[in-house]
């Protein structure tokens, strides 16, 4: 009888440790049959770029939510992650997600939603995942891509601990035939979403993509492009000489000032006026300008710019002053081709005057 029992556990012990040793093969099997080569083109460069967050939840100042979310891109074949990149139709482009849990609780349901620009087309069995389960990247399922492309469904990427992290990188196309709305840069906005407990987090990657003319249009254009205007500001004055015309500034408090010894000049009105677009993004604190083919990324209190994807530097701090964003003169126009100048006094008046010279 005690042989018996004895038979009976030992066949017990024997069944337990054969089905764990066949659980751990088939795990290793199939991670292996999903591994990717390319190990380290999923991390990049993205930790730079982590200052750059765009954070929605209320308490993301004091770190209480718990976790980050970042997005970059890249054309499909280089090596570097970023937050803008220029771009060309029928160009195929990579997007890397990052999650990462910063609170002391394991979080768990760890939800994505990737909201892709209009008619970009996903590249099916791009995506692949790399996290503790899978430390050397496995490829993810058709389903698990269009869960995450999805903004009903979303992506469960599972449960993390304290300091725990998740990558995802998927592939996509531009279309050739993609509608370019606009003459020269048009701007095509990837958002992330990331959603822990009902917390969400975003984070923006953008494309542009030039709107290059026919050849017809340039050449009737380019007698109007040679011509040269110039444009006069007076410190601390509302008035503004654009060509032969004179206009004035509708607000008296943000009139063009001198802060830390630069020049500060109220964006949006000045631009529109010279023909461009200035839009405001709030959840950034950025400013976009549109003009003269060129796309321009401002944020306040950074002393950094974005012309197209080339990274400037300011002087001093872009700000808000009375209500109205105020951006350094000097380098903000130089850096689109216009010449600058600086007169200490002038005829017409007492006041300081900058001339803007640019081509329109």
């Known amino acids: ?113 990737d909201i892709l620009p209009k008619n970009f087309q996903v590249v099916e069995e791009s995506l692949v995942i790399k996290n503790g389960l899978y430390p050397n990247i496995a490829r993810m399922t058709n389903e698990s891509l269009n869960a995450l492309i999805s903004s009903d469904r979303g992506l469960n990427i599972g449960k993390y601990q304290y300091q725990a992290s998740a990558y995802l990188r998927f592939t996509v196309l531009i279309p050739e035939d993609i509608d370019l709305k606009r003459p020269g840069a048009n701007v095509f906005r990837n958002t992330l979403i990331g959603k822990v407990n009902h917390i969400g987090y975003k984070s923006y990657s953008d494309v542009i993509i030039f709107n290059e003319e026919d050849e017809t249009d340039v050449s009737d254009k380019k007698s109007e492009l040679q011509e040269e205007k110039s444009i006069n500001l007076y410190i601390d004055d509302d008035k503004i000489k654009i060509g032969d015309e004179w206009l004035e500034i509708s607000d008296e408090a943000t009139t063009p000032m001198i802060v830390d010894g630069k020049t500060l000049v109220p964006i949006r009105w000045l631009i529109e006026n010279m023909g461009g677009e200035v839009a405001w993004k709030d959840d950034e604190r950025k400013v976009e300008i549109y003009f003269d083919n060129h796309y321009i990324q401002v944020w306040l209190d950074d002393n950094k710019f974005l012309l197209d994807d080339k990274e400037c530097l300011f002087a001093t701090l872009p700000r808000i002053i009375n209500g109205r964003t105020m951006l350094p003169l000097r380098e903000l126009f130089e850096a689109i081709g216009c010449e600058v100048l600086w007169y200490s006094e002038d005829d017409e008046h007492a006041s300081a005057r900058v001339e803007i010279l640019y081509k329109k």
């Open 1 to 113: 009888m005690l042989n018996r029992d004895f038979n009976l556990l030992f066949f017990k012990s024997y069944i337990k440790v054969f089905s764990l040793i066949l659980g751990v093969l088939i795990v290793i099997i199939s991670m292996q049959t999903n591994v990717l080569v390319f190990a380290d083109e999923l991390d990049g460069e993205v930790y730079k770029y982590e200052n750059s967050i765009d954070k929605t939840s209320s308490d993301s100042e004091t770190g209480e939510s718990g976790f980050i979310v970042n997005s970059c891109v890249r054309k499909t074949g280089k090596k570097s992650w970023k937050k803008t990149i220029i771009a060309e139709p029928g160009d195929k482009i990579d997007y890397l997600i990052k999650y990462e849990n910063t609170s002391k609780l394991t979080q768990d349901k760890v939800v994505l939603y």
